[in-house]
Protein backbone atom coordinates (compact mmCIF):
# COMPACT_ATOMS: atom_id res chain seq x y z
CA UNK A 1 0.00 0.00 0.00
CA UNK A 2 1.86 3.31 -1.13
CA UNK A 3 1.58 6.20 1.58
CA UNK A 4 2.79 9.82 1.73
CA UNK A 5 5.77 10.23 3.44
CA UNK A 6 4.26 12.48 5.61
CA UNK A 7 1.77 10.04 6.90
CA UNK A 8 4.87 7.13 8.11
CA UNK A 9 4.75 6.52 11.98
CA UNK A 10 6.81 4.60 14.26
CA UNK A 11 6.03 0.83 14.56
CA UNK A 12 5.23 1.46 10.40
CA UNK A 13 6.95 -1.71 8.27
CA UNK A 14 7.92 -0.51 4.95
CA UNK A 15 9.44 -2.12 2.11
CA UNK A 16 12.30 0.20 0.83
CA UNK A 17 14.75 -1.24 -1.21
CA UNK A 18 13.34 -4.65 -1.37
CA UNK A 19 13.98 -5.24 2.61
CA UNK A 20 11.63 -4.98 5.02
CA UNK A 21 11.92 -1.98 7.28
CA UNK A 22 10.65 -1.43 11.01
CA UNK A 23 10.53 2.38 11.82
CA UNK A 24 11.79 3.34 15.49
CA UNK A 25 11.78 7.64 14.98
CA UNK A 26 10.55 10.25 12.69
CA UNK A 27 10.90 13.87 12.12
CA UNK A 28 9.10 16.13 9.80
CA UNK A 29 11.87 18.90 8.62
CA UNK A 30 11.25 21.75 7.38
CA UNK A 31 14.46 23.60 6.04
CA UNK A 32 14.73 27.16 5.36
CA UNK A 33 14.71 26.82 1.51
CA UNK A 34 13.77 23.81 -0.31
CA UNK A 35 11.16 20.91 0.17
CA UNK A 36 10.28 19.83 3.42
CA UNK A 37 10.81 16.02 4.29
CA UNK A 38 10.42 13.29 6.59
CA UNK A 39 13.70 11.86 8.72
CA UNK A 40 13.21 8.16 9.71
CA UNK A 41 15.36 6.32 11.54
CA UNK A 42 14.60 2.38 10.72
CA UNK A 43 15.86 -1.26 11.27
CA UNK A 44 15.81 -3.89 8.97
CA UNK A 45 13.87 -6.75 10.24
CA UNK A 46 16.04 -9.37 8.77
CA UNK A 47 19.61 -8.22 9.73
CA UNK A 48 18.77 -5.78 12.54
CA UNK A 49 20.89 -2.99 10.86
CA UNK A 50 19.69 0.52 11.42
CA UNK A 51 19.45 3.52 9.20
CA UNK A 52 18.37 7.09 8.42
CA UNK A 53 16.51 7.90 5.39
CA UNK A 54 15.35 11.03 4.22
CA UNK A 55 11.79 11.24 2.09
CA UNK A 56 10.44 14.14 0.43
CA UNK A 57 7.71 15.31 1.46
CA UNK A 58 6.10 14.46 -1.81
CA UNK A 59 7.31 11.35 -1.77
CA UNK A 60 5.56 7.81 -1.84
CA UNK A 61 6.46 4.90 0.18
CA UNK A 62 5.22 1.43 -0.12
CA UNK A 63 3.98 -0.01 3.41
CA UNK A 64 3.84 -3.23 3.96
CA UNK A 65 0.02 -4.61 4.84
CA UNK A 66 -0.03 -6.59 8.13
CA UNK A 67 -2.64 -8.81 9.21
CA UNK A 68 -3.77 -8.30 12.69
CA UNK A 69 -4.07 -10.73 15.60
CA UNK A 70 -5.49 -9.89 18.90
CA UNK A 71 -3.11 -12.05 21.76
CA UNK A 72 -2.50 -11.98 25.40
CA UNK A 73 0.88 -11.89 26.64
CA UNK A 74 1.31 -14.68 28.93
CA UNK A 75 5.13 -14.53 30.50
CA UNK A 76 8.90 -13.94 29.47
CA UNK A 77 11.51 -16.69 30.40
CA UNK A 78 14.87 -15.41 29.48
CA UNK A 79 14.35 -13.19 27.00
CA UNK A 80 11.58 -14.89 25.13
CA UNK A 81 7.95 -13.44 25.49
CA UNK A 82 5.00 -16.04 25.26
CA UNK A 83 1.70 -14.86 23.64
CA UNK A 84 -0.93 -16.53 23.68
CA UNK A 85 -4.01 -15.95 20.57
CA UNK A 86 -7.34 -15.31 21.90
CA UNK A 87 -9.31 -16.76 19.42
CA UNK A 88 -7.28 -20.34 18.53
CA UNK A 89 -5.49 -20.35 21.73
CA UNK A 90 -2.04 -21.13 19.87
CA UNK A 91 1.30 -20.03 21.06
CA UNK A 92 3.91 -17.64 19.74
CA UNK A 93 7.69 -16.69 21.60
CA UNK A 94 8.79 -13.46 20.57
CA UNK A 95 12.24 -12.27 21.35
CA UNK A 96 13.40 -9.17 23.04
CA UNK A 97 14.04 -6.73 20.31
CA UNK A 98 10.97 -7.24 18.91
CA UNK A 99 9.43 -5.55 21.69
CA UNK A 100 12.07 -3.04 22.91
CA UNK A 101 9.30 0.14 22.79
CA UNK A 102 6.49 -2.29 24.07
CA UNK A 103 8.56 -3.80 26.99
CA UNK A 104 8.41 -0.56 29.45
CA UNK A 105 4.18 -1.15 29.79
CA UNK A 106 3.75 -4.80 29.51
CA UNK A 107 2.27 -6.82 32.19
CA UNK A 108 1.29 -10.63 32.23
CA UNK A 109 -1.94 -11.22 31.03
CA UNK A 110 -2.29 -8.13 28.89
CA UNK A 111 -3.92 -7.65 25.58
CA UNK A 112 -2.10 -6.25 22.28
CA UNK A 113 -2.49 -6.79 18.99
CA UNK A 114 0.40 -8.44 16.92
CA UNK A 115 0.89 -7.74 13.55
CA UNK A 116 1.88 -10.52 10.85
CA UNK A 117 3.01 -10.50 7.25
CA UNK A 118 2.80 -13.89 5.78
CA UNK A 119 2.42 -15.93 9.16
CA UNK A 120 5.80 -14.28 10.25
CA UNK A 121 5.58 -11.51 13.24
CA UNK A 122 6.97 -8.31 13.12
CA UNK A 123 5.33 -5.74 15.03
CA UNK A 124 3.42 -5.23 19.15
CA UNK A 125 0.60 -2.73 19.16
CA UNK A 126 0.12 -1.68 23.26
CA UNK A 127 -3.22 -0.41 23.59
CA UNK A 128 -3.36 3.70 23.63
CA UNK A 129 -3.08 3.99 27.40
CA UNK A 130 -2.08 0.94 30.21
CA UNK A 131 -2.88 1.57 34.09
CA UNK A 132 -0.02 0.89 36.00
CA UNK A 133 1.03 1.52 39.43
CA UNK A 134 3.74 3.63 40.50
CA UNK A 135 6.01 1.59 43.05
CA UNK A 136 8.62 4.23 44.09
CA UNK A 137 8.69 7.87 43.53
CA UNK A 138 10.62 11.00 45.63
CA UNK A 139 8.60 12.61 48.10
CA UNK A 140 7.09 16.16 47.70
CA UNK A 141 8.52 19.30 48.46
CA UNK A 142 6.41 21.43 50.05
CA UNK A 143 5.36 24.79 48.69
CA UNK A 144 5.98 23.50 45.66
CA UNK A 145 2.77 23.97 43.66
CA UNK A 146 0.74 21.49 41.70
CA UNK A 147 1.09 22.72 38.27
CA UNK A 148 3.65 22.56 35.92
CA UNK A 149 6.32 20.74 38.83
CA UNK A 150 6.84 17.07 38.20
CA UNK A 151 8.96 14.43 40.29
CA UNK A 152 10.31 11.48 39.07
CA UNK A 153 8.57 8.16 39.61
CA UNK A 154 8.99 4.34 39.16
CA UNK A 155 6.42 1.90 37.59
CA UNK A 156 5.68 -1.66 38.13
CA UNK A 157 7.22 -2.75 35.16
CA UNK A 158 10.67 -1.20 35.98
CA UNK A 159 10.01 2.09 33.54
CA UNK A 160 10.77 5.97 34.81
CA UNK A 161 7.93 8.17 34.35
CA UNK A 162 7.48 12.16 35.34
CA UNK A 163 4.54 12.09 37.95
CA UNK A 164 2.58 15.60 39.59
CA UNK A 165 4.28 16.11 43.23
CA UNK A 166 0.73 14.96 44.99
CA UNK A 167 1.25 11.41 44.32
CA UNK A 168 2.65 8.48 46.32
CA UNK A 169 3.89 5.38 45.87
CA UNK A 170 1.51 3.06 45.18
CA UNK A 171 -0.95 4.97 43.36
CA UNK A 172 -2.29 3.76 39.74
CA UNK A 173 -1.18 6.43 36.95
CA UNK A 174 -2.45 5.98 33.34
CA UNK A 175 -0.12 6.34 30.92
CA UNK A 176 0.44 7.26 27.14
CA UNK A 177 2.28 4.15 25.94
CA UNK A 178 3.07 6.13 22.38
CA UNK A 179 4.94 9.05 24.54
CA UNK A 180 5.37 7.61 28.06
CA UNK A 181 3.81 10.26 29.71
CA UNK A 182 1.63 10.44 32.67
CA UNK A 183 -1.90 11.40 31.84
CA UNK A 184 -3.96 11.10 34.97
CA UNK A 185 -4.87 9.18 38.12
CA UNK A 186 -6.57 5.43 37.46
Not at 45 to 64: H, P
Not at 65 to 83: A, I, K, N, P, V
Request: hydrophobic share 35%.
Amino acid sequence: MQINATSIRVGNILEVDGALWRVMKTQHVTPGKGVACMQVEMRNIETGNKTNKRFNSTERVERVTLSQREMQFLYEDSGQYHFMDMETYDQITLGRDMLEQALPYLLPEMQVIIEFHEDRPLNVQLPQTVVLEVVECDAAIKGQTATGSYKPGKLETGASIMVPPYLEAGTRVKVNTETGEYIERA
